[in-house]
């Protein structure tokens, strides 16, 4: 049974950083492509950015520049290390693993989804 779980939300004053990682387990990592999504309150669900086997990643405009998405397939661990944040970054922050191995964009391309760790900024 694949498994994610997001860590690492919590509350920041603007400007600040945080580092969210999400851990998978349940089947091979190494050759998936994984990517975050966030929600906000009343919201629907957005992309932010993904990673492919390989680390190729690709980032939704706003966050271009401040957010960064690594991965480390010795751990089977995504991260994705937010800098500079602002207000309309609150969210909760999910991370999604595919099947598929290039960069995923999608929601719906996505198999599997963590439960979601909240990230909350304050100005």
């Known amino acids: 049974q694949v498994q994610l779980v997001e860590s690492g939300g919590g509350l920041v004053q603007a400007g600040g950083s945080l580092r969210l990682s999400c851990a998978a387990s349940g089947r091979t990592f190494s050759t998936s492509a994984m990517g975050w999504f966030r929600q906000a309150p009343g919201k629907e669900r957005e992309f932010v950015v993904a990673?492919?086997?390989?680390?190729?990643?690709y980032y939704t405009d706003s966050v271009k520049g401040r957010f960064t998405i690594s991965r480390d397939d010795t751990k089977n661990v995504v991260y994705l290390q937010m800098n500079s944040l602002k207000p309309e970054d609150t969210a909760l922050y999910y991370c999604?693993?595919?099947?598929?191995?290039?960069?995923?964009?999608?929601?719906?391309?996505?198999?599997?989804w963590g439960q979601g760790t909240q990230v909350t900024v304050s100005s």
């Open positions: 999604a693993l595919a099947r598929r191995s290039g960069l995923v964009i999608v929601g719906g391309e996505y198999e599997n």
């Open positions: 990673i492919s086997w390989n680390g190729d990643a």
